[in-house]
């Protein structure tokens, strides 16, 4: 995609994306908002595996760490803006705290490391009494700026996608930097970057933060809109749900995040109405989705193992100049 | 003393069920060096298809035995999607596997619906040394222990075991000598599920059993064979039994709700001091 | 008998071989010579099927075996399973003719292969590779990091072979005083392509092999 046009594009996606709050309905509008809030968490995952070459299965945990922390604040009537803040912080240090000792693992190990985490997380969540239990904390207040108040979903609809767009202006700058262009080196060859002098150990970990961070903005924001939280609301499958986002989208690619996690939720919320069709019976909607994150899974992974986006642009690219990609 | 006993003969049942889920595991990572995510799925499907089986009024070791050859079915066609197209990494499998455990869940909701089910075991108890224990986690201990032995012949006597662990030792000079490496992955795929599938058939009848009982078996299983270093079945058998144990004990003597995070944190250390040591060495010749 | 005819095999964008062509006949024992990276793997694992060529045709007659460069044995089984897994392809699992062709073996036979000396190793990859009773026999790099009175020893039982069995041997070697030895014929790959080919003596006469491979003039 050549400047111009990328930045043509750029400029229609967000027309289309500030018109659709005033334009959508209530039921439409919480789609919208899951999509922002999946399509934040996706891309700091599509980070950690694109550019860190490494597996979390636990995202949910930094998902989950941002939303109680935001939620703890605003029941304790710490003004919502500042519980905001301190979502993605609260999640920035847990992953800088649990990431100095799990990173030395690699692949599967920290793959099964970083569940065991959510779900060590998960456990205490539903144990502890400052946390609710396991019915959580309800009651949170709306989100809110001085006097003025959240009162409809399109306030939290814009929260979030300006939300998005500042994680994917950070992810940008991070990629087009002179570290994030060593960090390409780390997801190919990890060896092969230390030998070059790139301080591997330290780069992985502020990309495991980095991601930590945007999935705790999210778990932030995701507490304000729905007005509760719970360790129901984190199971393990939302952490494979954003690795399938990601893995669609195509690993390393900010636009491949944004739109794995749009594919996703739209085909997952068709399916969802395709299923509670008169006739259909009570399962089908669980059925359906597990059905369509592990397909979609799999036959990305084995058949399209760089994702979505890069394989269409190669597409476009080669139909374009009539050259092979690369 | 007596609850003593029947807490720790109960825990080496539940690690005797642990530690059948990590020979699958290691079983599976040693031909393939895949990690493979569905392995507690194997056991789900096993168990529900014996409470199917009982259920319809096939007698008990038809039914059980049934059942652990639908789990090596799964394993088969776990092992298709995961290792069936040439230049799959095993990490790209995992996430196949992990995809393939999803797929389970519809199929399962389909078939059991989503509510837990049980099977009826051995019935009756009897009592050693003041101690009652359930016959079941007897018969757990002794199938269990009776598996170990007949993996261990397998793989030490056998011609095939042999060619699985010579794929396991250099699978470039399996190639040479015209081993298919790739068939001998899916036979371990398919030995994965027969484990996998009677420790689901021994588990059914003490804990029901749901589609989404996996995850706490395949983390279970996975921290028993991280022991082992996904590679030793003794070692990961040791680690499953006093996991189990330990479980047992906790919940026993009333720190019960706290089990499955010293589980996982155990699980989690057990990794980084191998991973430290592994660093150490891999530095020490340059 | 072995018959390459303009075999061309690459790794993705980079070639390995670029057309080449080989023969060797039925009992005939030839070397192939060439510095490291020449391409000299790549033929034995594309003989031995373990590669395929992106053009070109390659034909062997009979049943074929491989010893690998670095001998490639199964570390953590014992010599015996070693052998009987040769016999694989053949479905030949009793050693005791190998034993007979090499004694030493059936000495060795309940030690685990991984804890052998080098030599040890070579032989039991020898005795492997014998197990599935080969016509042909590619042999990569025999003498690499031997000593000479090693190498030696399985030169000779791979001479004695050739001569009372018939068996076709191709001789992938970097030493080429050995292969010169036990050799009429040799090719010399350099870079994936063949750059001289002919009778044994004509090469070593020949100052551009003798000063590469030789390490100056042949006396």
């Not at chain 1, 003004?79 to 847990?94: K, Q």
């Not at chain 1, 397909?295 to 269409?312: K, S, T, Y």
């Not at chain 2, 230049?87 to 389909?110: D, Q």
């Not at chain 3, 390995?16 to 391409?39: C, H, K, Q, S």
């Amino acid at each position: 995609m050549n400047n111009r046009a990328g930045l043509a594009a750029g400029a229609l996606v967000a027309a289309v994306t500030l018109a659709l709050p005033a334009v959508l309905d209530d039921s439409a509008l919480a789609v919208y908002i899951l999509l922002g809030l999946a399509a934040m968490v996706t891309v700091g995952v599509s980070l950690l595996m694109g550019y860190a070459g490494q597996v979390s299965l636990g995202q949910g945990a930094f998902y989950a760490i941002g939303a109680y922390t935001a939620a703890l604040l605003a029941l304790a009537g710490v003004p919502p803006l500042a519980g905001l803040a301190a979502a993605p912080v609260a999640a920035a240090l847990s992953a800088l705290v649990i990431g100095t000792p799990l990173l030395r693992l690699r692949g599967h190990h920290l793959a099964f490391a970083t569940l065991a985490v959510q779900l060590i997380l998960l456990s205490l969540a539903g144990q502890l009494e400052f946390t609710g239990g396991d019915i959580g904390l309800q009651g949170i207040p709306q989100f809110g700026v001085g006097s003025f108040e959240a009162g409809g979903a399109a306030v939290y609809a814009y929260l979030t996608w300006a939300g998005l767009a500042l994680v994917m202006l950070v992810t940008r700058n991070v990629i087009t930097s002179r570290p994030g262009r060593a960090l390409r080196a780390l997801a190919t060859s990890e060896t092969a970057a230390a030998s070059s002098g790139i301080p591997v150990g330290r780069y992985k970990l502020v990309v495991f933060a980095l991601s930590a961070t945007f999935a705790g903005l999210a778990g932030g924001i995701y507490c304000f809109y729905t007005g509760y939280v719970a360790p129901g609301s984190f199971p393990v499958l939302i952490s494979i749900q954003y690795i399938v986002m990601a893995v669609v989208g195509g690993l390393g690619t900010i636009w491949g995040a944004v739109v794995g996690a749009t594919a996703i939720t739209l085909l997952v919320q068709g399916l969802d109405r395709l299923a509670s069709l008169p006739g259909m019976p009570t399962y089908a909607p669980s059925v359906l989705s597990y059905a369509v994150y592990a397909l979609v899974l799999i036959v990305v992974v084995l058949f399209m193992p760089r994702g979505l986006v890069p394989a269409i642009s190669a597409r476009l690219a080669k139909n374009r100049k009539e050259l092979p990609y690369r | 003393m007596s609850a003593f006993l029947t807490y720790l003969l109960n825990g080496l049942a539940v690690g005797c069920a642990i530690a059948l889920i990590a020979s699958g595991l290691v079983t599976i990572h040693r031909v393939t060096g895949v990690v493979n995510f569905a392995q507690g799925t194997f056991a789900v499907v096993a168990g529900l298809c014996t409470s199917s089986l009982l259920g319809l009024g096939f007698p008990h070791g038809l039914s059980e035995v049934s059942a652990v050859l639908a789990a090596g079915v799964a394993g088969l066609l776990t092992g298709l999607a995961a290792i069936g197209r040439r230049g799959t990494t095993p990490l790209s499998s995992l996430i196949v596997t992990l995809g393939v455990g999803v797929l389970a869940y519809a199929v399962e909701i389909v078939l059991w619906g989503d509510q837990p089910r049980s099977a009826p075991g051995l019935a009756g108890s009897v009592t050693l040394a003041g101690a009652r224990i359930q016959t079941h986690y007897l018969l757990v201990i002794g199938v269990t222990a009776a598996t170990f032995v007949l993996l261990a012949l397998f793989f030490g006597r056998t011609y095939l075991g042999k060619a699985l662990t010579a794929c396991a030792s250099n699978p470039y000079a399996a190639r040479v000598v015209g081993i298919d490496v790739r068939r001998m992955g899916l036979l371990a795929f398919a030995l994965g599920g027969v484990l996998g599938g009677i420790a689901g058939v021994l588990v059914t009848p003490l804990r029901p059993i749901s589609f989404d009982t996996d995850v706490t078996l395949i983390v279970n299983g996975f921290a028993a064979a991280v022991f082992g270093a996904l590679t030793r079945p003794v070692i990961a058998l040791a680690g499953a039994l006093l996991l189990g144990v330990a479980e047992t004990m906790a919940a026993g003597y009333g720190y019960g709700s706290h089990q499955l995070e010293v589980a996982l944190g155990l699980m989690i250390l057990v990794m980084i001091v191998q991973a430290s040591r592994r660093s150490a060495i891999s530095e020490e010749p340059a | 008998m072995i018959e390459v005819r303009d075999l061309v095999v690459s790794y993705g964008t980079a070639t390995a071989l670029d057309r080449l062509t080989l023969t060797v006949g039925r009992g005939e024992m030839v070397a192939l010579l060439g510095p490291n990276g020449a391409g000299k793997s790549t033929l034995a694992d594309t003989l031995a099927g373990l590669l395929r060529p992106a053009a070109g045709t390659v034909r062997v007659d009979g049943r074929l075996a491989l010893i690998p460069e670095g001998r490639q044995l199964f570390p953590d089984l014992s010599v015996a399973d070693n052998l009987a897994l040769g016999g694989w392809r053949s479905g030949q699992r009793d050693p005791s003719f190998v034993y007979e062709l090499l004694p030493r073996l059936a000495e060795l036979s309940s030690r685990r292969a991984g804890v052998l000396s080098g030599g040890e190793q070579q032989m039991v990859a020898f005795g492997r590779a014998m197990m599935s009773r080969p016509d042909v026999l590619v042999v990569d790099e025999l003498s690499l990091g031997l000593a000479p009175n090693v190498t030696a020893d399985l030169a000779a039982h791979l001479a004695g072979l050739n001569r009372s069995h018939g068996l076709t041997v191709l001789l992938i070697e970097q030493n080429a005083r050995l292969a010169f030895e036990l050799c009429r014929r040799a090719y010399v790959l350099e870079s994936g392509r063949l750059v001289t080919e002919g009778p044994c003596d004509e090469l070593a006469g020949d100052p551009r092999v003798a000063s590469a491979y030789l390490g100056g003039a042949i006396t």
